[in-house]
């Protein structure tokens, strides 16, 4: 009963440096999407992904990439790390798109970039 | 683009008192309403939904009602105690004016409550 796991919990990176962060849904859920979370800022989408091998942009995608070679994996990469990357990521997937579907949320990535 | 405005905090209250945070959104259609509460160090969970007009959502004591009259989907609680210390967050799903479909999001309101 895994729901949605983000991998790594914690991590520290240098200005400059690149990295992956993990996202795993075992619900086989259609739509996956990456949230930044800073304070007083709420939840900002960054990138969606309505189905394998199908992404797009949502309000604050600039220095993020993300693919979906499966139904299960929805990896969000940095890829040259900034001071304004710090924040916490929250992947989270829904069985599909619509009105009335719930979102399934992981435990959340804390990154903080120096 | 579809909105949710949410009472800001920090709000703080003692153990027993009645909880009030308020959700008003703009939205296309008829989508479902949402409140998720993030415990500290944790990720969002669903605490409870309404899917229609004059629905109510209820889930460990707490409760909202889908007022589609005034746009608003106020959370209440009779009685918090100190493990509903947490944020909450409103949010529907929609659309955003670019199209794309997403959960809109409160900023949420952090809650403490003290013994």
């Known amino acids: 009963n895994a729901g949605v796991t983000q991998t790594p919990k914690f991590q520290v990176l240098k200005t400059g440096q690149s990295m992956t962060l993990q996202c795993a849904q075992d619900m086989n859920h259609e739509y996956m999407s990456w949230y930044r979370q800073d304070p007083g800022m709420g939840l900002r989408l960054i990138h969606y992904s309505v189905g394998a091998g199908i992404t797009d942009q949502g309000e604050v995608p600039n220095g993020y990439n993300v693919s979906r070679s499966t139904t299960e994996d929805f990896p969000l990469r940095l890829l040259s790390a900034a001071p304004s990357q710090t924040s916490v990521y929250f992947c989270?997937?829904?069985?599909?798109?619509?009105?009335?579907?719930?979102?399934?949320f992981g435990q959340g990535t804390r990154l903080t970039v120096v | 683009g579809d909105s949710v405005t949410q009472m800001e905090g920090p709000v703080t209250l003692s153990e027993e008192a009645f909880l009030t945070i308020n959700c008003t959104y703009t939205a296309t259609g008829y989508p479902s309403l949402f409140w998720y509460v993030q415990y500290p160090g944790e990720g969002l969970q669903l605490l409870l939904k309404?899917?229609?007009?004059?629905d109510k959502g209820s889930n460990k004591g707490f409760e909202a009602t889908y007022r589609k009259e005034t746009t608003s989907f106020h959370l209440e609680k009779g009685s918090v105690q100190v493990s509903d210390s947490a944020v909450y967050f409103c949010?529907?799903?929609?659309?955003?004016?670019?199209?794309?479909?997403?959960?809109?999001f409160g900023k949420g309101t952090k809650l403490s409550v003290i013994p």
């Open positions: 949010a529907l799903p929609g659309y955003s004016g670019a199209g794309s479909y997403q959960l809109t």
């Open positions: 309404a899917t229609k007009a004059d």
């Open positions: 989270a997937s829904t069985l599909r798109t619509g009105l009335n579907t719930e979102a399934f």
